[in-house]
């Protein structure tokens, strides 16, 4: 009898001794978009910092071996991960909703090859969605998975009798047991720091790489969760409230980080500027420790002090990163964004005056928006002058309310998002836009907002700057011309 089936039945079996052997050989894999071919359109990436925190935990309690393979980043296919996956009994995919589909497929096919391996899966979708890949895999992780997969895992290498586990919904014979949610770590600092060391530096960078070497960019978070509610946003569902690490164990983190290589920090918090008392003594210790290093993070629209913002400067912070959405007020207001247009211009500025460049994103495809309305928004972003924009289509996920709302105006023209990317068609259309208008207005703000002659020499100083010709160019082409939704008009 297998180790797995010794989990999927309920005989007593009780050794506290972790059974660790040559054949359990464990592996945690970042999926690509799509099942027969990668599809990462875009040539910069940021790591599955969800999996290096995994890894970290279960090298940390369980004392045992954990590889990750992003094939995302590395652009592999379901035929060549599962060449990479050969050699391995236990393994566990992270899922956000467009990957969901490829990730069942996958686990099936694993699972009908070899039926002793033990296949779980973790991750956004699975958090909003705990059915849909709980029948394909053995185990399924809702919520944060460091404490939930070390009990599995112990379980299960121990020959499995508790079925008991806050945060997993675990397959037992084709029987679905599903446990009660755990509850949020509410210390962050005790866990143990993402393992960067089980990806390959070389896979990930930023647009721009401000002058530090390339490829040396990596993500790092200092809190969990978000303070608002935005619509079409799944943060409170995924982390609850707000959590935050003390600065102390993000100095730690960014030292070890520094030692590792690494010049360039992407603080993927949802938004580090919130809690501005925590972020003056972020900045402080930066200082105060000389630690060299250039970050980014990202933003709300808000009103912030001048004293602020030069010390983000100088402890390093060169980029952030802000949600626009829009400069209509009444679409805002339908997405519960609590921004208010009369400031975006001036937020904006603000930053890029204290020499701290904007990355602002617009969604195309709010409920109130309009043709007109967004050429506006366009217009007025182009005058706020952001360094850099990107128009990303509305994205209805289930598990937020814009999904809810959409599908019962029965606006919604597909409710299966596998493979969607980045600049696919949109799944929708909205009461005052046809999906065929929403495609035309998002070329039309790509090509309003590149081709100026300001924003052409901008980036061919930047590309000169930074030494970057390849990326910025490549990058360029991407958006204009090689995105297929942004051709189908
Ligand atoms: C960085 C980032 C990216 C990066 C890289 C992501 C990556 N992992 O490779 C880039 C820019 C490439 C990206 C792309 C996209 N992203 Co993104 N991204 C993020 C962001 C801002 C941070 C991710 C992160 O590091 N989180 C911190 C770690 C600790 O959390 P985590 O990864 O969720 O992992 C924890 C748990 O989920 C769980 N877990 C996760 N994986 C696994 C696996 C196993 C086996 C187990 C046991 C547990 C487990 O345990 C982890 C530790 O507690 C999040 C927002 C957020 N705050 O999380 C959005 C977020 C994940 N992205 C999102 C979206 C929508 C996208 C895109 C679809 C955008 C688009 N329109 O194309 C694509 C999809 C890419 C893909 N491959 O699927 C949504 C996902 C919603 C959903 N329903 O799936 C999020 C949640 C944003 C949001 N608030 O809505 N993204
Ligand atoms: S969009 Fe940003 S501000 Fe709004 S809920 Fe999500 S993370 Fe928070």
């Given at each position: 009898m ?10 007593a079996?009780t050794?506290?001794?972790?059974l660790?052997s ?6 945690l894999?970042?999926?690509p978009?799509?099942?027969?071919s990668?599809k990462n359109?875009l040539?910069?990436n ?8 995994i890894a ?7 004392k045992i071996n954990?590889?990750?393979?992003d ?5 592999l296919?379901a035929?060549e991960?599962?060449?990479r996956?050969k050699?391995y ?6 899922v956000t909703t467009?990957?969901?589909e490829?990730v069942?497929i996958?686990c ?7 039926k002793?391996?033990?296949?779980f ?5 699975i958090?909003?969605c705990?059915q849909?890949?709980?029948?394909a895999?053995?185990c399924?992780?809702i919520?944060?998975g ?8 112990k ?8 079925y008991?586990?806050s945060g997993a919904f675990?397959n037992?014979?084709?029987?679905i ?13 005790e ?7 089980k ?14 070497a390339?490829?040396r960019?990596?993500t790092?978070?200092?809190?969990r ?8 946003c799944?943060s409170?569902?995924?982390w609850?409230?707000v959590r935050r690490r003390?600065a102390?164990?993000?100095?730690a983190?960014?030292?070890q980080?520094l030692?590792?290589?690494y010049?360039l920090i ?16 972020l900045?402080r210790?930066i200082?105060?420790?000389k630690l ?17 913002l030069q ?7 060169v ?8 400069f ?9 964004k609590?921004?208010?247009?009369q400031h ?13 460049n904007?990355?602002a994103?617009i ?8 043709e007109d309305?967004?050429?506006t928004?366009?217009r007025?972003l ?5 360094f850099?924009?990107t ?11 814009i ?5 019962q105006?029965h ?6 998002y596998a493979?969607y990317?980045?600049?696919d ?5 909205t009461p005052?836009l046809?999906?065929q208008?929403?495609n ?10 590149y ?6 020499l901008?980036?061919?100083?930047a ?6 010709y390849?990326d910025?160019f ?5 958006f204009?011309?090689f995105t ?6």
């Amino acid at each position: 009898m297998t180790r797995h089936e010794r989990f999927a039945n309920t005989y007593a079996h009780t050794t506290t001794k972790i059974l660790i052997s040559m054949k359990n050989k464990i592996i945690l894999v970042n999926p690509p978009y799509q099942y027969f071919s990668a599809k990462n359109q875009l040539n910069y990436n940021r790591p599955p910092l969800g999996l290096l925190y995994i890894a970290a935990s279960l090298e940390k309690n369980l004392k045992i071996n954990v590889d990750v393979l992003d094939a995302y980043a590395e652009n592999l296919s379901a035929a060549e991960i599962k060449a990479r996956l050969k050699n391995y009994n236990i393994i566990g995919f992270s899922v956000t909703t467009p990957t969901a589909e490829t990730v069942k497929i996958i686990c099936q096919e694993i699972k009908r090859e070899n039926k002793s391996a033990f296949v779980f899966v973790g991750g956004p979708h699975i958090t909003l969605c705990p059915q849909s890949l709980a029948a394909a895999a053995d185990c399924s992780i809702i919520g944060e998975g460091e404490i939930t997969i070390c009990a599995v895992l112990k379980n299960y290498l121990q020959g499995g009798t508790n079925y008991n586990i806050s945060g997993a919904f675990l397959n037992i014979n084709g029987k679905i047991i599903q446990n009660r949610p755990r509850a949020y770590c509410q210390n962050l600092d005790e866990l143990p720091f993402p393992d960067r060391t089980k990806i390959k530096m070389n896979t990930y960078n930023h647009v721009f790489n401000y002058g530090v070497a390339s490829h040396r960019f990596t993500t790092l978070l200092t809190s969990r969760g978000c303070a608002y509610n935005c619509h079409f946003c799944a943060s409170q569902k995924l982390w609850g409230t707000v959590r935050r690490r003390s600065a102390p164990n993000v100095l730690a983190e960014i030292k070890q980080a520094l030692d590792q290589g690494y010049q360039l920090i992407f603080f993927d918090d949802d938004n580090l500027l919130e809690n501005r008392k925590y972020l003056n003594e972020l900045c402080r210790h930066i200082l105060a420790e000389k630690l060299k290093f250039k970050w980014i993070c990202h933003a709300r629209i808000a009103d912030y002090p001048p004293r602020l913002l030069q010390l983000m400067r100088q402890a390093g912070c060169v980029e952030v990163q802000i949600g626009v959405e829009s400069f209509n007020q009444k679409a805002l207001n339908a997405i519960n964004k609590k921004i208010n247009v009369q400031h975006i211009s001036a937020c904006i500025k603000n930053f890029q005056k204290h020499k701290i460049n904007v990355w602002a994103t617009i969604v195309v495809g709010l409920p109130e928006d309009d043709e007109d309305s967004f050429k506006t928004t366009v217009r007025k972003l182009i005058k706020a002058d952001p360094f850099y924009a990107t128009f990303i289509m509305l994205f209805p996920f289930p598990g937020t309310q814009i999904y809810e709302q959409y599908k019962q105006q029965h606006l919604l023209e597909r409710v299966d998002y596998a493979g969607y990317s980045w600049h696919d068609a949109p799944v929708f259309h909205t009461p005052k836009l046809s999906t065929q208008q929403l495609n035309k207005l998002r070329r039309h703000a790509y090509l309003k907002f590149y081709l100026r002659p300001a924003s052409l020499l901008k980036y061919l100083f930047a590309a000169i700057k930074y030494n970057m010709y390849k990326d910025i160019f490549l990058n360029f082409v991407r958006f204009l011309y090689f995105t297929p939704a942004s051709r189908q008009d």
